[in-house]
């Protein structure tokens, strides 16, 4: 009677444990700023697979609970893994009955403490996560990377945008910006990313989340300008050079 070999005591292939390497379907920029009465985020409808853009149709933005508001960047499928931690969180939360319920500020840190933990498993989520809300007259917005690397501020971004979009927030945001001011700029910040940005699609939404509650636009698009010369001929100005 054969006989299978010995693995000397050592686990089987079959029980080895996996990693994602690197993603799959991605989501570009978000970016998001504080208002006057509340927050206002916007954020593409692209998904990427590899450096095709497969999908148009992609909502990167959430609300979660009753006063708070989520944008992803990165892994798809990891945002919906996250959606499926903070539902359980917000249930839990909703069984107590207690007439309290988790403000942004508490949202944010558990989502600190996920993408943390993540981290330290060498099994990362791989998403940039922009957490916005109001409680209590209290505006909130946060972010954090898929490394746990968290901070608030009045003003954030993800991918390309905390290259491209932050300068012009960090000129043109004020204290005091209406919500008609603060769609403005954000449009100006989705227009250059989509420039500039190859992963970003002229098609994208704007959310804003107040004491009232959540509003997600229907998608839309905007104008944009293809005749500069830059764009015409970028390597103008550059002969003989690497």
Known sequence: MDQ?????????????????LYPYVTGTSVVALKYKDGILMAADMGGSYGSTLRYKSVERIK???????????????????????????ILYDNMWDDGNSLGPKEVHSYLTRVMYNRRNKFNPLWNSLVLGGVKNGQRY????????????????????????ARPILREEWHENLSFEDGVRLLEKCMRVLLYRDRSAVNKFQVA??????????????????WGFSAFKNPTLGAEGSW
Request: net charge negative.
């Open 4 to 20: 299978k070999p010995s693995n000397c005591g050592l686990p089987s292939l079959e029980a080895d444990s996996q990693r994602t």
């Open 141 to 164: 917005l946060g972010t954090v990377s898929m490394i746990g690397v968290n901070f608030e501020d009045n003003h954030v971004a993800t991918g390309f945008g905390n290259h491209l």
């Open 208 to 225: 804003k989340i107040t004491e009232e509650g959540v509003t997600i636009s229907q998608p839309y698009s905007l104008k944009t300008s």
């Open 63 to 89: 609300p979660i609970g009753k006063h708070s508001l989520l944008g992803a960047s990165g892994e798809l499928s990891d945002f919906q893994e996250i959606l499926r931690y903070l539902d359980e969180l």
